[in-house]
């Protein structure tokens, strides 16, 4: 489970990071939680691993349990964030009176959608 959540853990931050930010806020966050998501299972990881599991006084199925739960709910919410974004691709941006501009470009949005599933 937490080879897993470390793969599309880095998934999710390789398609964000390979956009532009035409939202910072709301892609910021899924960063964030991509970011932390992936960091925190290679730390249990590595408490199983290591066999700190066994030296730890720690109702590791409730920790499991609520590490994904948390997890679960965070993910929620940077999915929506992303897919917020996502739906703003035909919106112009303007840089100035006469270029108008996508705020993401057709490759972007693409990225922009497989980082949101």
């Given at each position: 489970?937490?080879?897993?959540?470390?793969?599309?853990?880095?998934?999710?931050?390789?398609?964000?990071?390979?956009?532009?930010?035409?939202?910072?806020?709301?892609?910021?966050?899924?960063?964030?939680?991509?970011?932390?998501?992936?960091?925190?299972?290679?730390?249990?990881?590595?408490?199983?691993?290591?066999?700190?599991?066994?030296?730890?006084?720690?109702?590791?199925?409730?920790?499991?349990f609520?590490?994904?739960?948390?997890?679960?709910?965070?993910?929620?919410?940077?999915?929506?964030?992303?897919?917020?974004?996502?739906?703003?691709?035909?919106?112009?941006?303007?840089?100035?009176?006469?270029?108008q501009?996508?705020?993401?470009?057709d490759?972007?949005?693409?990225?922009?959608?497989?980082?949101?599933?």
């Amino acid at each position: 489970v937490f080879l897993s959540l470390q793969l599309f853990g880095t998934i999710v931050w390789i398609l964000v990071a390979s956009t532009r930010v035409p939202l910072p806020l709301l892609q910021g966050w899924v960063m964030f939680v991509a970011v932390t998501a992936w960091f925190l299972s290679i730390v249990f990881l590595c408490v199983f691993l290591f066999g700190y599991a066994n030296r730890i006084a720690v109702n590791w199925n409730q920790t499991d349990f609520l590490f994904h739960g948390a997890t679960f709910v965070f993910y929620f919410g940077a999915f929506l964030l992303q897919a917020a974004t996502t739906s703003l691709h035909h919106f112009p941006r303007k840089f100035n009176s006469t270029t108008q501009e996508k705020i993401l470009a057709d490759h972007e949005y693409n990225i922009s959608i497989a980082a949101s599933v």
